[in-house]
T-cell receptor, first 118, second 112 residues
Framework: GAVVSQHPSRVICKSGTSVKIECRSL??????MFWYRQFPKQSLMLMAT?????????EQGVEKDKFLINHASLTLSTLTVTSAHPEDSSFYIC??????????????FGEGSWLTVV | RKEVEQDPGPFNVPEGATVAFNCTYS??????FFWYRQDCRKEPKLLMS???SGNEDGRFTAQLNRASQYISLLIRDSKLSDSATYLC?????????????FGAGTQVVVTP
């Protein structure tokens, strides 16, 4: 079963509105989660590192005021796309590293969220 | 220059054949290497880690060449279900564990 759950899987919103995407670690605590974005036929690009209890760390070129990240608990990180525009339409996906005693850190991905801004 | 570069393909492979493709990375400080598989409109899934000595997992063989900074993946006896995009993934340092750098992917299409 899923280890990291992401919701919603698909969302359509109007231009100018905000959309929240949730990423949950289901059976482990994740002090760090990562948010990626993937445009068609392109690689997944890291947007930001979500840190529980502190501010997110954004990659160069990613607007922190537009992509709000909140990591309020050890199992939940949220990404809010504010004032969405059609060019924000993309596949957004989160990941979380889980420490596995038998094999060290393993990185689990959420199912991803398809955002379409109309 | 992209950090991780891959031939986008597509590689059209007859069922049962062997296909191999490479990935190059630019940062010599890269520490960990992986191949992920991504099906259309889905999340990436770990196929295998890549170790310095090379490693095999069933029909899949991965090689790492640190001197030339490339990673390879070979698929033997291709199955129709192997059709997917294969993502080369690199991490820089152990203290940024989980922070992955992805290639754009190599598309493999296995045909009957």
């Amino acid at each position: 079963g899923a280890v990291v759950s992401q919701h919603p899987s698909r969302v359509i919103c109007k231009s100018g509105t905000s959309v929240k995407i949730e990423c949950r670690s289901l059976d482990f605590q994740a002090t760090t989660m990562f948010w990626y974005r993937q445009f068609p036929k392109q690689s997944l690009m890291l947007m930001a590192t979500s840190n529980e209890g502190s501010k997110a760390t954004y990659e160069q070129g990613v607007e922190k005021d537009k992509f709000l990240i909140n990591h309020a608990s050890l199992t939940l990180s949220t990404l809010t796309v504010t004032s969405a525009h059609p060019e924000d339409s993309s596949f957004y996906i989160c990941s979380a590293p889980k420490d596995r005693a038998e094999s060290g850190n393993t990185i689990y991905f959420g199912e991803g969220s398809w955002l379409t801004v109309v | 220059r992209k950090e991780v570069e891959q031939d986008p393909g597509p590689f059209n492979v007859p069922e049962g054949a062997t296909v191999a493709f490479n990935c190059t990375y630019s940062n010599s400080a890269s520490q960990s290497f992986f191949w992920y598989r991504q099906d259309c409109r889905k999340e990436p899934k770990l196929l295998m880690s890549v170790y310095s000595s090379g490693n095999e997992d069933g029909r899949f063989t991965a090689q790492l060449n640190r001197a030339s900074q490339y990673i390879s993946l070979l698929i033997r006896d291709s199955k129709l279900s192997d059709s997917a995009t294969y993502l080369c993934v690199v991490t820089l340092t152990t203290d940024s564990w989980g922070k992955l750098q992805f290639g754009a992917g190599t598309q493999v299409v296995v045909t009957p």
